[in-house]
């Protein structure tokens, strides 16, 4: 059983920098991939960024590619995303989430595990 709590978000301008955090408590951390999703008012939930166990590869949706990076602390129990250069269109309940197999990422039914979600506003 893994528990997400994420924290961060927040009511930013256009161009802002943001930095969420997610932890987690609970047994073998290490064993899950870990991602970041988003939800926008009338939207499907969709997904943002990747990293797998060890934090060597991490991946984008296209539409964060290049201002969102996404980071993990094993010994800490915590994922981060650090968003830059952030848009309107980035505004988002975002929830931090985990996979015990590394299959379809992009995917919510991929996923075990999900925190309760940061609100993220970005205006412009």
């Known amino acids: 059983q893994v528990q997400l709590v994420e924290s961060g978000g927040g009511l930013v301008q256009a161009g802002a920098s943001l930095r969420l955090s997610c932890a987690a408590s609970g047994r073998a951390f290490n064993r899950y991939a870990m991602s970041w999703f988003r939800q926008a008012p009338g939207k499907e939930r969709e997904f943002v960024a990747t990293?797998?166990?060890?934090?060597?590869?991490?991946d984008y949706a296209d539409s964060v590619k290049g201002r969102f990076t996404i980071s993990r602390n094993n010994v800490q129990k915590t994922v981060s995303l650090q968003m830059n250069s952030l848009k309107p269109e980035d505004t988002a309940v975002y929830y931090c989430a985990a996979a015990s197999r590394a299959i379809m990422l992009e995917r919510t039914t991929s996923y075990d595990y999900w925190g309760q979600g940061t609100q993220v506003t970005v205006s412009s």
């Open positions: 990293i797998n166990q060890s934090g060597g590869t991490g």
